[in-house]
Every structure is written in structure tokens, then in C-alpha cells.
């Protein structure tokens, strides 16, 4: 056990104008499972960056342990993946190896396979059991969770259960409460670490929320009744300041200096009170420091001339001689919110694909309303570039609207101004939702794994949509929590 000791940090990229971390200090045990939290573009992976040496900054970071971050780049993906693990870790133990892929329900025989021919799921197990060999090592562990499905995400949290020693990023509320006994938090002003897990933590931030809530409405209060003091003292002031230059009601010369100390005491104490409201409000300015914005967002959704939008009825879907998924049968009515579950390749993409009207070969048989309108948003931001007006424009979409969804969705002002292709992973797929709520003439909404790299708090947000409003929506989604909270019916395809 060793401690990791952060003092003082600050920290911006070249050119900007704003910190990213300003005079932060906070220790952190070597032993620990830190669950790292904090919304998109706060700078979790700037602060593993950082842990790693890669860049400068002021203050000290000081700790008696290699940091060791995941993902590796593996620079060679068509060798074998038992040599790109030897080039990761050229002293493993093969013992140890098979101990951890074990662990992961990975079999040996991955290992004589060329790395890039494994899917996106054993990379990652591979990738992690090469990770937990590193002795003396603090791993950090940057969304291990976007590509896997439910059940890989339960395993490999079963897997880190078991381990210490570690950072993980994650936005699976799910996956951090299986795993993790602190959470580190990059909050609106400061960086906190808490004991427990994420639900233990986000009731604390609750709690803490409700009573700066509450803070702010009782100063508001406070700040009303001085503004009207000191309105009222200050047009008494006024009032005996204007009498210096007339007379008494008894006709008699007034005595201007009198008068005028009489006044001059007033305006003295009306400054009192001013103060005291200004004191006030920069007090106020320090409340709600650390509530985060979640503004209820709103959406339109036409109604379909049908109540059965869609059928499939033993649908199967074939690539060439290869089939899939099949003897698929569900349909989708007005209000339904389906997630279509099941391990990655067994046909969740193909069947949207299938619904969304692409061509795609398949049995059975699929109706779908011959009016119906879809928005879609893909797994894929690749293709995002470009400001946010003009891909409004392009895809005929109410920029202000468009942009207002966006804000309440955590991004800055500061972010219109940036080409949509230097966001990261989860601003990017914050445009392609709010480009969807926007979209008019919608009857049905497609959303395949819309919250990877989304943040937590964005994510609850959109369930509240959801919940709110009830489009019909079919979505694939490996967030355990999202689906038990939004789901109307699941199919699972096996």
C-alpha cells in the first residue's frame, strides 16, 4: 500500500485560455478500486494523461507506483495475439496469462489467432488479463465497457471485483456498484473522492445538491428584503440630502449643516446595507457550485395513421451462407420502447438495419407502415465534422433548438464555436441525440448503443426524456440500468 499524493494541480492545454484542473489537491490509496466519474469534456482522460507523464503542469503529483493505461495501442493487430501480448509485457508469466483469461472465460486457442480477427469484446478481456499481469502497477482503466455487451460487462466487473489497485472510467452505473469501493468525482469546482460505490455516491451528491438548493432559495430571500432596505434607506437618504437646499415647514432658514450630517450619516448607512447585499450576492455566487445542469428536455413525436408501426415475423437475416440471427418475431406499436438485447454478433444491428429499409437478404416475413418516418442514430461519429449551425442547416434541423438541447446536455458555449470532429466520444454522440430530438416528422426513433462514452449524469437525463414523453423508441444498449429503467418490452435475440 502506497499513497498517491496530488497538490496544487493545474493544468491547461496550449493555447487555451481556461483551466482544466485549477490548484487541485486530493490523495488517493494505491489499494483502492476508484471509480472515475464526472460529465464529457470535464478531463478524466486529461487527469490519467497527466498521472502518465504526458504532459506539463503545475504542482506535484508524487507516488511510489508505475502507471500502467488502458487501452494499450497495439501497433500490430494482424500478429497473434500471444505476441502482442509479449510485446505489451515481454516478462509475463504464461501460468499467470492463462489464470487471467481464465478468470475472463477466455480460451486458450485466442491466443494463435491474429489479434484483429478477435472480436471487440476478447480484445478487450485479452487486452485486460495483459494489464493485471504488470506488478507494482496502478492501472488506469479508460471505458473498458463500449464494447461489450451485457453479459461481458458483468464478467469482466466480476473480474475487477477481484482485483485493486486501480482507476476505472466508466458512465455504467451498473458495472461501477458490482466493482469499485471509492469514487473519485470530477465535479463544476472540484475534484472529490468519496467512499462506497457509484449509487453511494450519487445519493451523497443528492443530498449535498438539496441543500445548496435550498441554500440558494433562502439567500435569494435575503437578498430581496436587502435590495428593498437599502432601496428604502437610500431614497431616505435622498429625500433629507434635497432638503439642504429648502426650508422648514415653519418658513424658518433649515440649517444646512445639520441637515447635511444628518444626510451624510444616512448615506453612510445606506452604503452599509448596499454592502451587505453585495456581500450577499458574491456569497450566492458560491452556492450551487456543484449541481449540475438537468434541465428537462422536450421532444414531439407524430402518431402514426397505425398502431402497428412494424412486423417482423420469423425473420431470419443471412450474410452470403452465413445466417445471423433467426426465427426473429416481434412487432412494434405506438408507445413501445423496445430493447433489443443480446451478445454482440447476434444480429441486433442487422435487424435495424433490416427496419431502418436498408438492403439487407432475409426469410420470413417484415411489414412496415409505408409512410413511416425514422430517426436513426448510429453507432458510428466518424463522420461528424464541421460547425454545429451548418450541420444544422444541412440536416434541415431548428438550430436553436438544436443547440439548446445541447446545452442542457452539459456543453459549454465555448463548444459551438470548435468543428464538431475535435469533440470527444461523448460530445459527439450527444450531437447525433440532439440532431434525433430535433428531427420533425418523426414516427419512430432508432437509437444502436446511442450512450457509449455518454456521461452519467446525461444518461439519467435522457431516461427522464424518455420516461416523460414515451416516443416509441427501439434501441440497442448495454447499460443494464438505462434498460431496466426504460424498457416497455425487451427482445432478446440468442
Known sequence: MSLINVSKLTFAYDGSYDNIFENVS????????????????????????????KYEYSGTISANVNFEYFPFHVEHREMNTLDVIGDIYPDYVHWELMRELSLLKVTEDVLYRPFDSLSNGEQTKVLLAALFLKENSFLLIDEPTNHLDMDARKLVSDYLRSKSGFILVSHDRSFLDNCVDHILSINKTNVDIQKGNFSDWWENKQRQDNFELAENDKLRKD??????ASKRTSDWSHEVEKTKNGT?????????????????KMMKR???IENRQQAAMDEKSTLLKNVE????????????????LAELDHVSIHYGEKTVCEDISFTIEQGDRIALSGRNGSGKSSIIKLIC???????????????????????????????????ARIHGIEESLFKAILRKLDFSRVQFEKDISSYSGGQKKKVLIAKSLCENN??????????????VISRMQIEELLLEYSPTILFVEHDREFCNNIATKTIALR
Open 293 to 308: 445542469s438537468s434541465d428537462s428536455l422536450k421532444i414531439s413525436q407524430l402518431a402514426f395513421h397505425k398502431n402497428q
Open 270 to 272: 445606506s452604503k452599509s
Open 442 to 455: 418523426v414516427h419512430l426513433h432508432i437509437w444502436d448503443e446511442p450512450l457509449n462514452f455518454i456521461d
Open 248 to 264: 422648514r415647514n415653519s418658513g424658518s432658514k433649515v440649517d444646512k449643516g445639520y441637515i447635511g450630517h444628518k444626510a451624510a
Open 357 to 391: 429499409g436498408e438492403p439487407i437478404s432475409y426469410t420470413g416475413t417484415f411489414h412496415k407502415g409505408s409512410q413511416l418516418k425514422i430517426s436513426y442514430v448510429s453507432q458510428d461519429t466518424s463522420h461528424l465534422k464541421g460547425n454545429l449551425t451548418d450541420y
Open 26 to 53: 486530493f490523495q488517493m490509496d494505491s489499494d483502492w478500486k476508484l471509480g472515475f466519474t464526472g460529465r464529457n469534456g470535464r478531463g478524466k482522460t486529461t487527469f490519467l494523461n497527466l498521472l502518465l507523464g
Open 223 to 228: 437578498i430581496k428584503r436587502l435590495s428593498e
